[in-house]
C-alpha cells in the first residue's frame, strides 16, 4: 500500500466494467477510498464495490448520468458523504458507436457529446469545486485521435473536445496545486471496443502497434496509478497516448 495515497479519495465514472472497473480496483488497492459511477449497470457496479471490499478496500457505487449535470453534482455530493472529501477525478464514462457520416442520427450525436464531452466537461468543473489541493483529473480521451478511421468521426470528436478541455484548463487548475492529463488508449480488449468488430477487424488492429496485441486494461489503470502519485506533480495538460506504438 503506498502510504502517500492512503485515505484519500477518488471518483471513477464509467467504472462498473472494462477499462473504468480496472482503474477503480488498482486505485483501492493503492489505499484510495472509491466511488464507483454507473449509469445503467447497478449489478456490475456492486460486484466491484465487494471484489474491493473483500480485498480490503474501501469502495460505494454511486449511480449518476454523466450526461446530466444534476446527476454529475449529486455524484460528487454523494461521495462526499461518504468519505468527507475528493481527490482524485477519472473521466472514465464513454460511449462509442461507429458508423458512416451519412447514417448518423441526431440523437446519437447528442448522446455522445453528452456524455463524452459535456460530462467530462461539467464533472471537472465540480473538482474544481470540491477537489481537495494538489488533487490529480485525468481524462480519457483515445489513440483513434491520432488516425483517420472511417465510422469514428463522431467519437474521435467527443475525444477531441476532450483533448482541448485538458489543455486549456490546466492554468486554472494549477492555482490550487491540481494536475489535469489526459490518457489516450489505443485498441484495448474491453466490451466496448470488441463488440461490433469481426475477429478480422480485430487482428488488423492488433498489426497496428509494436507488440502485435490487443491493450489490457491493466496496461491503462498502470499509467492512471502514476498520474494519481505524487511523482507526477510536474506533468499536467498533457495527453499520454498509452497505445503500444499505435499508428
Same mark, same amino acid.
Given at each position: 500500500? %503506498?502510504?502517500?495515497?492512503?485515505?484519500?479519495?477518488?471518483?471513477?465514472?464509467?467504472?462498473?466494467? +472494462?477499462?473504468?472497473?480496472? /482503474? #477503480?480496483?488498482?486505485?483501492?488497492?493503492?489505499?484510495?477510498?472509491?466511488?464507483?459511477?454507473?449509469?445503467?449497470?447497478?449489478?456490475? @457496479?456492486? =460486484?466491484?464495490?465487494? +471484489?474491493?471490499?473483500?480485498?480490503? !478496500?474501501?469502495? /460505494?457505487?454511486?449511480?449518476a448520468?454523466? +450526461?446530466?449535470? =444534476? =446527476?454529475?453534482? $449529486?455524484?460528487?455530493?454523494?461521495?462526499?458523504?461518504?468519505?468527507e472529501? /475528493?481527490?482524485? *477525478?477519472?473521466?472514465?464514462?464513454?460511449?462509442?458507436?461507429?458508423?458512416?457520416?451519412?447514417?448518423?442520427?441526431?440523437? =446519437?450525436?447528442d448522446?455522445?457529446? %453528452?456524455? %463524452?464531452a459535456?460530462?467530462?466537461?461539467? @464533472?471537472?468543473?465540480?473538482?474544481?469545486?470540491?477537489?481537495?489541493d494538489?488533487?490529480?483529473?485525468?481524462?480519457?480521451?483515445?489513440?483513434?485521435n491520432?488516425?483517420?478511421?472511417?465510422?469514428?468521426?463522431?467519437?474521435?470528436?467527443?475525444? +477531441?473536445?476532450?483533448? $482541448?478541455?485538458?489543455?486549456?484548463?490546466?492554468?486554472?487548475?494549477? %492555482?490550487?496545486?491540481?494536475?489535469?492529463n #489526459?490518457?489516450a488508449?489505443?485498441?484495448?480488449?474491453?466490451? *466496448?471496443?470488441?463488440?461490433?468488430k469481426?475477429?478480422? &477487424?480485430?487482428?488488423?488492429?492488433?498489426?497496428?502497434?509494436?507488440?502485435?496485441r *490487443?491493450?489490457?486494461?491493466?496496461?491503462? #489503470?498502470?499509467?492512471? &496509478?502514476?498520474?494519481?502519485?505524487?511523482?507526477? &506533480?510536474?506533468?499536467?495538460?498533457?495527453?499520454?497516448?498509452?497505445? !503500444? !506504438?499505435?499508428?
Open positions: 500500500m %503506498n502510504n502517500q495515497l492512503a485515505g484519500k479519495t477518488a471518483i471513477v465514472t464509467g467504472a462498473s466494467r +472494462g477499462i473504468g472497473k480496472q /482503474i #477503480a480496483e488498482q486505485l483501492a488497492a493503492l489505499g484510495i477510498k472509491v466511488a464507483v459511477n454507473y449509469s445503467s449497470s447497478p449489478q456490475h @457496479a456492486e =460486484e466491484v464495490v465487494r +471484489g474491493i471490499k473483500d480485498n480490503g !478496500g474501501e469502495a /460505494i457505487a454511486v449511480k448520468d454523466v +450526461g446530466k449535470v =444534476e =446527476e454529475i453534482k $449529486q455524484l460528487f455530493v454523494e461521495t462526499k458523504r461518504a468519505f472529501r /475528493i481527490d482524485f *477525478l477519472v473521466n472514465n464514462a464513454g460511449v462509442m458507436a461507429t458508423k458512416p457520416l451519412s447514417e448518423f442520427t441526431e440523437e =446519437e450525436y448522446k455522445h457529446f %453528452n456524455v %463524452n459535456k460530462g467530462t466537461y461539467f @464533472a471537472c468543473q465540480q473538482a474544481l469545486a470540491e477537489m481537495e494538489r488533487g490529480r483529473v485525468i481524462n480519457i480521451s483515445t489513440s483513434v491520432g488516425q483517420m478511421f472511417p465510422g469514428y468521426s463522431v467519437y474521435a470528436g467527443t475525444k +477531441g473536445a476532450v483533448e $482541448q478541455f485538458t489543455r486549456q484548463l490546466a492554468k486554472e487548475f494549477g %492555482n490550487k496545486g491540481i494536475t489535469i #489526459a490518457v488508449p489505443g485498441p484495448v480488449n474491453t466490451e *466496448l471496443f470488441t463488440a461490433d469481426s475477429k478480422e &477487424q480485430i487482428e488488423g488492429m492488433k498489426q497496428m502497434n509494436a507488440f502485435k *490487443l491493450g489490457e486494461p491493466e496496461d491503462i #489503470a498502470n499509467v492512471i &496509478q502514476f498520474l494519481v502519485s505524487e511523482e507526477s &506533480q510536474w506533468v499536467t495538460g498533457q495527453t499520454l497516448r498509452v497505445n !503500444g !506504438g499505435f499508428i
